[in-house]
Structures are given as C-alpha cells and as structure tokens.
C-alpha cells in the first residue's frame, strides 16, 4: 500500500467513512465534518500511523492533502 493509500484509509477512519477518496488537492472543503476538532483529530492519527511528528510550524503550512502527503513522504524517506 502506498502512502497515499495509507493516508486515504487514515481518512476513512478518522471520519468513520469508508467511501472517502481523497487526492492531493482535496481540503476541508470536500470532506463532510472536517471541522479544526476532527483536523486535530486527522494529524495525531496520521502521526501515529506513520510513526512521525510535525511541528507547529509545518501544521501551519498544510493547505490541502498534498501538502500534508509531501510532508509525511519526506518524514518516512528519512
């Protein structure tokens, strides 16, 4: 499973949803419930998943599902 997968089923979690299909310029937009709680929510599931850690600085540079995936590919390549 690639990351992208990974974090698309970090997704369906997240948002008790098995029918999301995220892509890089998908935001919070385009999810149903995906409020500043559930984000929070999203980025501590994602950190667990994938064993990594964002700063303060990086969570504020997320603008859509991209970001964040380029952000935890160059965290687990490392």
Known sequence: MNT???LNSVFCQ????????IAPETTAN?????DSLSH???IVA???HFGIRFSQKELL???NVGDLLKAIESKISK
């Open 46 to 48: 994602a950190e667990a």
């Open 14 to 21: 997240v948002f008790d949803d098995d029918d999301i299909k």
């Open 61 to 63: 540079t997320f603008k």
């Open 30 to 34: 385009d999810i149903d419930g995906w």
């Open 4 to 6: 992208m997968e990974q």
């Open 40 to 42: 929070v929510n999203l």
